[in-house]
DNA sequence: TCATTAAATGAATAAATATTCATTTAAATT
DNA sequence: AATTTAAATGAATATTTATTCATTTAATGA
């Protein structure tokens, strides 16, 4: 019996996420990704369903992927800033170098394929950073905030770094890595 | 003669807007806009010539709409502090109180509809904020980091502010507003 | 009041798109 | 090499959605 290519999976979910970067999750179709993909339209039915189910497979496949990555690396033992610059930092990276998965996450967060469970994983997915957060207000190195809007702080800074590198075609250098993280820090610190 | 109802062209607006903060761009159809208008699929193109018509006229409406409240009450000859939280708050309260619109600007930004020019448009909003950034680096009251990465970091903190406010249903008291404008300015600041 | 004119309607049609399926292809096993 | 099995194909079909248009409605002015 012929088995299945198992690379076509990774195959269409590129091509899916090359489509909605550039039309965005409105300007894809079935036949757009097939064509992408180099494969028949039908092909797209033996691993998927139907079109709900690519995209919400997909999505938990981004989702999946952003969580290990944002803390590789990670010691919990190590001193709070390391640490804290760690994660930021690898949020930054993977943001940017993941871009079309970043696209694609925040346009399905509003559409009709995300629903309110599947909303709510993301949540969970942060849950060490709200660890750290916390330790680090114990600790007594950041501003007694709730962690909530620590948070947010951070993400929008993160998430703003990588759009505009992205949009505008930034190189982003270490030493401007450094100099956001400056500003990130000096606001949140004690 | 029977005149057109000037009313008309607003309530397909808002009917829009409604319809993309449920089911997304992806999600909205000419029926779905009409229903929600109250009105026949056909008067909507008494009004708008086709579908990308109607998206791409809202948009604009949307980004002149915007860049008039951000500067509310501006007085260039205040204090730079005073100018520059009247103009955070600004973009933190609109952006909250017309959040549909910021998401159906946000999902356009990568859409079939909006077109490289269009995109640009959007730019020349920030023009007098950038100018203000200028004068706070001039007056040495905050860093002296690329105007482009300063605003990047201000942008970053309101959009996620106002996301997580509607997200999350919380309410914007003074004091949270405050203390996310500490740590807004404690991040520029020099 | 009546005639005129354009708005408004919504069913009908056209166009786009998702999905199916009869057929072909190719890997694996005998 | 022949047989089996499922993948792959892509044209055909089903479905959804955009757009049109013959008809009705209502505001205006003669």
């Given at each position: 019996m012929k088995p299945r290519d198992e690379n076509k999976i990774d195959q269409i979910y590129q091509a899916t996420l090359k489509q909605v970067k550039a039309n965005g999750l409105a300007g894809i179709t079935m036949q757009s990704v097939a064509r992408e993909a180099n494969i028949a339209t039908g092909t797209l039915y033996i691993y998927f369903k139907n079109k709900e189910a690519l995209i919400l497979s997909l999505y938990h496949v981004c989702v999946?992927?952003?969580?290990?990555?944002?803390?590789?690396?990670?010691?919990?033992?190590?001193?709070?800033?390391?640490?804290f610059y760690l994660i930021w930092?690898?949020?930054?990276?993977?943001r940017i170098s993941s871009f079309t998965e970043s696209i694609f996450m925040e346009q399905c967060y509003h559409s009709p394929f995300i629903d309110e469970d599947t909303r709510k994983t993301l949540k969970k997915m942060f849950e060490p950073l709200m660890n750290l957060i916390k330790r680090g207000k114990e600790e007594r190195l950041i501003?007694?905030?709730?962690?909530?809007?620590?948070?947010?702080?951070?993400?929008?800074?993160?998430?703003?770094?990588?759009?505009?590198?992205?949009?505008?075609?930034?190189?982003?250098?270490?030493?401007?890595?450094?100099?956001?993280?400056?500003?990130?820090?000096d606001g949140i610190k004690a």
């Amino acid at each position: 019996m012929k088995p299945r290519d198992e690379n076509k999976i990774d195959q269409i979910y590129q091509a899916t996420l090359k489509q909605v970067k550039a039309n965005g999750l409105a300007g894809i179709t079935m036949q757009s990704v097939a064509r992408e993909a180099n494969i028949a339209t039908g092909t797209l039915y033996i691993y998927f369903k139907n079109k709900e189910a690519l995209i919400l497979s997909l999505y938990h496949v981004c989702v999946k992927n952003s969580a290990g990555v944002y803390f590789k690396n990670y010691d919990p033992k190590a001193p709070f800033k390391v640490s804290f610059y760690l994660i930021w930092s690898n949020m930054v990276q993977h943001r940017i170098s993941s871009f079309t998965e970043s696209i694609f996450m925040e346009q399905c967060y509003h559409s009709p394929f995300i629903d309110e469970d599947t909303r709510k994983t993301l949540k969970k997915m942060f849950e060490p950073l709200m660890n750290l957060i916390k330790r680090g207000k114990e600790e007594r190195l950041i501003k007694d905030i709730d962690t909530f809007w620590l948070i947010a702080f951070l993400i929008g800074t993160v998430n703003e770094i990588a759009k505009r590198t992205i949009y505008f075609n930034k190189k982003l250098t270490t030493e401007i890595l450094n100099t956001n993280f400056q500003m990130c820090w000096d606001g949140i610190k004690a």
